[in-house]
Structures are given as structure tokens and as C-alpha cells.
């Protein structure tokens, strides 16, 4: 018998300084029989980096040719799709030529630059690929805030971001990679 997903429910409170953007989103997530709380919180780190009213979660592990998030136009063209982990370059190659933006959000601790390093001379051709490492230790400490239910108060100035709920507040510094800064 096949496992089933697990129903996270979450409100996410966003005050994006960066992009002037703030708003609460409501949302409900799966949870993959194989994906830890670390990744899936990493999902709804990437949402609220890149929220907007269009900004939806795909099928996701369940599925090869989806990326974790996209963002749709009216006419079904991919204006941004969004990756996790560390994934082989023709993945984010075919991302790259279907969407008009991608951004990955790697993480895995010492394996990304392990990764990053096989794989960074072919990524830089992609104009509209940006690649963002997540350290180890904050991602870590993202994946204690999982609750089935949970609210969390995102807050982004200057690249840093800060997610708590009502016990735990969690920093992170995400690094870009690509496009060389």
C-alpha cells in the first residue's frame, strides 16, 4: 500500500522590505512520504521569498517534469520557476528554456559546493538562472519551526530574513551564487 502525503496547513505573515511586498498567504502543503520537514520548509521559504498572487506550489516530488514553484501568466507561459536542492544541469537547462526566470535555492550542507563546483561553468551561460545556497545550519534550524499547523511571520531587509512563530525565531542569510554579484 502506497504512503500518503502529510497536510501541513500554514499562514504565512510576509513583510518583504526588498520588494515592498506584504501580504498573509493561507496555504495548504503536501508533504511527500519521502521529503523531510527540512525540505518542505524550505518550499515555503522559497514561496515567501518570491510570494505573489500568482506564486503556486506544483505536484513537486511526485512528478519529473514540474519544478517545486511556478508562477504562471494568463497565457500559460512560465514567467518563474523555482527548484530545491541540487539538481543535474539538464534539469535546470530545460527550466531555463521553458520559463522567463528561474531561481534555484540550493541546499545539502558540504555538498553544495562539492555540487556547485562540477556544475557552475555550465550554469553561468543561463541569463535567467539565479542560484541561491541556503548554509546547512539554517535550514536546520528552519526545519524545527514544522507544525501541521502553523503561523509564521516572514521578514526580509537587505537579504536577510527572519521566520518565527510564537516560541522560535530563525535568521538566514541566503548567499547567491549566480548571477555573480
Not at 522590505?17 to 522559497?46: G, K, W
Not at 500559460?76 to 531561481?103: F, M, T, W, Y
Request: proline share 4%; charged share 25%.
Amino acid at each position: 500500500m502506497a504512503l500518503k502525503a502529510t497536510i501541513f496547513k500554514a499562514t504565512l505573515h510576509i513583510a518583504d522590505m526588498d520588494r515592498h511586498y506584504y501580504a498573509d498567504h493561507h496555504l495548504t502543503v503536501a508533504r511527500h512520504p519521502s521529503e523531510t520537514d527540512e525540505r518542505m520548509m524550505i518550499r515555503l521559504l522559497a514561496f515567501a521569498l518570491n510570494a505573489s498572487d500568482n506564486l503556486e506550489f506544483t505536484k513537486g516530488l511526485s512528478t519529473d517534469d514540474e519544478p517545486e514553484l511556478w508562477q504562471k501568466a494568463l497565457t500559460g507561459d512560465i514567467e518563474l520557476s523555482i527548484e530545491l536542492g541540487l539538481p543535474e544541469e539538464d534539469r535546470l537547462r530545460k527550466a531555463c528554456n521553458k520559463a522567463q526566470r528561474v531561481i534555484l535555492y540550493a541546499y545539502g550542507g558540504r555538498a553544495v559546493p562539492v555540487w556547485w563546483d562540477k556544475h557552475h561553468n555550465k550554469l553561468e551561460r543561463f541569463s535567467n538562472l539565479t542560484v541561491i545556497d541556503l548554509p546547512a545550519e539554517e535550514t536546520e534550524a528552519l526545519a524545527a519551526l514544522a507544525e501541521r499547523s502553523m503561523t509564521l511571520q516572514v521578514s526580509i531587509q537587505d537579504g536577510e530574513v527572519t521566520i518565527s512563530n510564537e516560541q522560535t525565531l530563525v535568521n538566514l542569510t541566503p548567499i547567491q551564487r549566480l548571477p555573480k554579484i
